[in-house]
C-alpha cells in the first residue's frame, strides 16, 4: 500500500475515534480497516494505537505522528491543487471586502483591467469600515491596513499604512498649526462616533516615550471617507492613514502637521483565507492587486513627495 494511503486511512481512524466510525468514508470494512493499522504499527515498529473493547486511544507516539500525517497530506493536496489551479480559467464569483475610501480610490478604478484580464470572474465588493469575519461571511479577499495577527489568514502586502495628521491650509489659516502633540488639545478635531479606539492618537514623543491625545471637536462621523472630506472642507485636524489622504497631501488639499510625529500604523495588505485549494479567481486578484499597486504603493509616494518640499 502506498504510504499517503496509510497516512490517510490512520487520520481517518484517529479523526473519527474508531475502526467502525472509519470505516464508511474509507470504503473499507471495520475489520480491514484495524488490519491495515495493525500493518502500518509492524513496519514502524511502534504502538500507534491503545485498543480496549470500550473505546480507542492515541498513544503519544501515534499523536506525533497523527500531527505530521495531517502536515504530509495537506501538503500534498495543495501541491495538486496549485498545479491544478494554474490550468483552470478563473471564473466564478469573487467576493471582495474593503474600507470605504481604500474601495472607492484605490480599488473600484483598477477593475477595469482586472475584468479584460478576466471577463469570466464576476466581483462582489462590500464597502465598510468595520473589521468584516472573513470566513463567518464568506468573504473570499479583504483588504486590512494595520498589523495582522490572526494566523489564519494568508497576507500579501500592498504598501504602507502610516498614520499621519493633516489639516486644510484655510483651517491653520484660521487656527494656526499645532506645534506639537499635546498642542491638538486646543484644536477642533474629527472624530469617529462608532470607534472610539480611534479617537485616542498615540504619538512618539522625541524622548521615546508614548503620548496618547484624547481628541475632542465639534464634528464626529462614522467614516474615514467623511473625516478626509471634513478635513478637505477646513472643519478640523484628522489623523488618518496615507493610503486615504495621500492624493490630497499631494495636491495641497491637505497640508502634513507634525510631520515628525507619524505614527506607523503598520501596512495595507490583501488577505483571505488559509486555504489547501486556493482557487484561481483569489490567485489571480490577489496577484493583479500586488502588481498593480506595488511595491511602492502611490499613496506613500504622494504624501512624501510634501515632506520633502
Not at 147 to 156: G, N, Q
Not at 282 to 290: G, H, N, Q, T
Request: aromatic share 6%; hydrophobic share 40%.
Amino acid at each position: 500500500m502506498d504510504r499517503s494511503d496509510e497516512m490517510s486511512i490512520y487520520v481517518e481512524v484517529v479523526n473519527k475515534g474508531g475502526f467502525s466510525a472509519a470505516a464508511p468514508g474509507l470504503r473499507l470494512t471495520p475489520s480491514a480497516v484495524s488490519k491495515k493499522i495493525a500493518r502500518l504499527e509492524d513496519r514502524l515498529g511502534v504502538r500507534l494505537l491503545n485498543r480496549t473493547t470500550r473505546k480507542l486511544s492515541v498513544t503519544e507516539e501515534g499523536e506525533a505522528f497523527f500531527q505530521r500525517c495531517k502536515r504530509i497530506l495537506a501538503d500534498i493536496e495543495e501541491a495538486e491543487a496549485e498545479v491544478a489551479s494554474v490550468r483552470a480559467e478563473p471564473r466564478g464569483t469573487l467576493r471582495v471586502n474593503s474600507a470605504i475610501h481604500f474601495g472607492l480610490h484605490h480599488l473600484v478604478p483598477l477593475l477595469p483591467a482586472f475584468f479584460e484580464l478576466y471577463p469570466k470572474v464576476e466581483v462582489e465588493l462590500t464597502l465598510d469600515d468595520r473589521m468584516a469575519d472573513i470566513v463567518e461571511e464568506g468573504i473570499d479577499v479583504a483588504i486590512r491596513a494595520g498589523f495582522l495577527e490572526d494566523s489564519s489568514l494568508v497576507a500579501r502586502r500592498l504598501g504602507g499604512n502610516d498614520r499621519v495628521v493633516v489639516a486644510a491650509p484655510s483651517y491653520l489659516e484660521r487656527n494656526g498649526e499645532p506645534s506639537d502633540p499635546e498642542a491638538l488639545e486646543g484644536h477642533n478635531c474629527l472624530r469617529y462616533n462608532q470607534m472610539e479606539t480611534l479617537n485616542h492618537w498615540e504619538f512618539v514623543m522625541p524622548d521615546g516615550a508614548h503620548k496618547v491625545i484624547h481628541v475632542t471637536g465639534n464634528f464626529a462621523v462614522s467614516t474615514g471617507e467623511a473625516i478626509r472630506e471634513a478635513a478637505i472642507a477646513g472643519i478640523g485636524i484628522a489623523r488618518l492613514a496615507t493610503f486615504s489622504v495621500g492624493s490630497a497631501i499631494g495636491d495641497g488639499s491637505l497640508r502634513h502637521i507634525l510631520q515628525n510625529h507619524t505614527q506607523d500604523g503598520g501596512n495595507v495588505f490583501a488577505v483571505y483565507p488559509h486555504r489547501r485549494h486556493l482557487s484561481s479567481k483569489v490567485r489571480v486578484f490577489v496577484d493583479f492587486l500586488a502588481d498593480r499597486i506595488g511595491p511602492s504603493a502611490p499613496w506613500d509616494a504622494q504624501s512624501d513627495a510634501q515632506s520633502d518640499a
